[in-house]
C-alpha cells in the first residue's frame, strides 16, 4: 500500500500521453516513445529523491510522499529551488517533453493547476515536514489529466 500513490501518479502520466496522444492529431512521435520517455523520467525521479530523502522506513516514505513528487518537481524544473511554481520552467518541461501539436492541449490541461501553484506560497521543507501544501496542487495536476478535452 505504500506505493499506491505513486502507482496512481505514474498511471495518470501514462493516462495523460496516451489521451493526448490518439487526439487524432498528426503525430510526429510514436506514443510509445512519448509513453516511455515520461515513464522513465518519473520512474528515475522517484527513484533518485527517494534516496536523496533517506527514509528510515517505508511508514516514514509513506507519509512523506508530497515531498518526494516536490522533489521530482525541482528536479525537473516545475518548482524552483525554493519549491515554488516557475510558470516559465513549465513551459521549457512541456516542450521538451511534449510535441509542439500538443501543447495547446497540454496547457489547457495544466492550467488551472498552474495558476494555483503561482498564487500559493508553498511552505519550505523546514515548515512543512511532509509537504501537505503542496498536497492541493498534486492533486489539482493528477485530477486534470484524466480531463483532457
Not at 511508514?59 to 513528487?69: A, R, T
Not at 524552483?80 to 511534449?98: C, M, Y
Request: glycine share 6%.
Amino acid at each position: 500500500m505504500k506505493s499506491l500513490p505513486l502507482v496512481i501518479f505514474i498511471g495518470f502520466v501514462l493516462f495523460e500521453a496516451h489521451e493526448l496522444l490518439v487526439s487524432g492529431e498528426e503525430k510526429q512521435r510514436s506514443c510509445n516513445s512519448i509513453v516511455q520517455e515520461v515513464t522513465k523520467m518519473q520512474l528515475g525521479g522517484i527513484a533518485t529523491c527517494t534516496k536523496k530523502m533517506k527514509f528510515k522506513n517505508g511508514k516514514e516514505k509513506s507519509k512523506k510522499m508530497n515531498c518526494i513528487l516536490r522533489c521530482v518537481m525541482v528536479n525537473v524544473g516545475i518548482l524552483d529551488d525554493e519549491g515554488q511554481v516557475a510558470s516559465d520552467r513549465v513551459e521549457e518541461f512541456l516542450h521538451k517533453f511534449f510535441p509542439d501539436y500538443l501543447i495547446e492541449r497540454a496547457n489547457k490541461t495544466f492550467n488551472p493547476c498552474l495558476e494555483m501553484g503561482v498564487t500559493t506560497k508553498f511552505k519550505t521543507l523546514v515548515e512543512d515536514e511532509f509537504c501537505s501544501t503542496y498536497d492541493p496542487f498534486i492533486k489539482c495536476l493528477m485530477g486534470n489529466i484524466p480531463n483532457v478535452s
